[in-house]
């Protein structure tokens, strides 16, 4: 194993996970661990299904290595080791920091393009520029009655579900299931579970529509424990958990 440092090497990611939604899940499931400083995703050839995950000291990697190893990550088992080297970012911290010697690529002899060349400016057989045609706007929101009756029966459903969904919420009376709302876009039932599976009696998450989430514990006590601890958790560094009671 690696000496311990700042830096977790998490590894067997599934790489089909769209980079924006793995990074926010990945800090969702590591930033109850200890303050992160960055977390680095590549989907480059040969580095997909990996990531970085910078702390902001030792005892909070150590923590998060301990009990992250093998949690199940998007139906994968999470690999977890410090790395192997220190990140840039920590050594310029701590005054480490020495640049690496890289080489750089030679430039072909007969590359003749300039830099100023890549403004290209294009331009039609007879030396007029090309000019791009945009549809009337009127046009675009201009529809037929049978189009505009899909998007009235569209909006209805997404009014019954909210509306059935914010009926299920109740104003502070206590109860086994927590209600949160404004949740980020993208945040799934993945990322609230790694919240709140550390907690006794948690059952499941429930996510209606974007950005209302239900979760179910056992019994209104459990309930609480959570509540108390998680509102106004940390999602990112502009986004915060809002929890309330939800009706049993």
């Known amino acids: 194993m690696n000496a311990p440092n700042q830096t977790l090497y998490v590894a067997n990611i599934d790489w089909k996970i769209k980079k924006p939604v793995l990074k926010r899940s990945l800090h969702t499931l590591f930033n109850r661990h200890g303050k992160i400083l960055d977390i680095i995703a590549v989907r480059k050839d040969g580095l997909r299904g990996q990531a970085f995950i910078l702390f902001e000291d030792v005892q909070a990697a150590t923590s998060a290595l301990k009990a992250e190893q093998g949690f199940t990550f998007f139906g994968k088992d999470l690999q977890l080791q410090y790395a192997k080297e220190k990140s ?39 030396g007029d520029s090309l000019a791009v045609h945009l549809q009337d706007p009127e046009s675009l929101v201009t529809g037929t009655g049978k189009d505009a009756a899909a998007a009235i029966a569209a909006a209805d459903v997404a009014i019954a579900v909210e509306t059935k969904a914010e009926d299920e919420v109740a104003i502070a009376v ?31 998450v429930r996510i209606p529509r974007e950005g209302l989430a239900f979760i179910e514990f056992d019994d209104e006590p459990h309930a609480t424990v959570a509540l108390q601890a998680l509102n106004g958790f940390k999602l990112s560094a502009e986004e915060t958990l809002k929890l309330k009671y939800g009706n049993s």
């Not at 109860?175 to 709302?181: E, N, Q, T």
């Not at 980020?184 to 579970?193: D, H, I, K, T, Y």
Request: glycine share 4%.
């Open 88 to 126: 840039d970012r920590i050594a310029k911290q701590d005054g480490t920091f020495t640049p690496k010697d890289r080489k750089k690529r030679p430039v072909p002899a007969d590359d003749t393009i300039q830099q100023d060349e890549k403004k290209i400016k294009v331009q039609s057989n007879d």
């Open 174 to 204: 206590p109860s086994s299931i927590l209600f949160a709302d404004s949740l980020p876009q993208g945040c799934n039932e993945m990322m609230l579970a790694c919240l709140f599976r550390s907690y006794a009696g948690y059952k499941e």
